[in-house]
């Protein structure tokens, strides 16, 4: 069984610091509500491995499958015979802007349920981490 399912968001924030968002996992709960402690113990290079604490659950182990400095990069999370891939992307937009973009994958049993799980909150933790990323550019400005 398999799931497929792609979320986006466009903004005006910039790249880097969209990215920087991104990169710094240590501070993921910090805007995203669904995150209670997520910890990157080194660099955030490909074959990395965080431990993640979703709200409510035990801790879990993403490793980076792919990282493009300042484009995309994927994670993905093994639990038993179940694999969730989650694509992070930056990508140019009209107008000057950027779309934003949590395209997930889940390969296994039960596939529909575990991936309409994981991604009930995307569209709130897009919209929470633009919002972010165009308060922090307004700072800098």
């Not at 509500?33 to 080194?42: C, E, V, Y």
């Not at 993640?52 to 400095?69: C, F, S």
């Not at 709130?124 to 800098?140: G, H, I, M």
Request: hydrophobic letters at 40%; one cysteine or more.
């Amino acid at each position: 069984m398999s799931f497929h399912r792609e979320f986006t968001t466009t903004t005006s924030a910039p790249r880097s610091t969209i990215w920087s968002l991104w990169t710094d996992i240590n501070n993921w709960s910090s805007w995203n509500t669904g995150i209670a402690q997520a910890k990157l113990a080194g660099p955030f290079v490909t074959g990395a491995e965080f431990s993640m604490t979703p709200i409510g659950q035990d801790a879990i182990t993403t490793r980076l499958t792919r990282v493009e400095e300042g484009v995309v990069f994927t994670d993905e999370t093994v639990l038993g015979d179940i694999c969730v891939t989650v694509e992070h992307r930056i990508e140019p937009s009209d107008g000057g802007k950027l779309r934003v973009v949590y395209s997930a994958r889940v390969i296994g049993p039960g596939a529909e349920h575990v991936g309409a799980a994981v991604t009930e909150d995307f569209d709130d933790v897009l919209a929470a981490l633009v919002k972010l990323a165009q308060s922090r550019s307004a700072e800098t400005v």
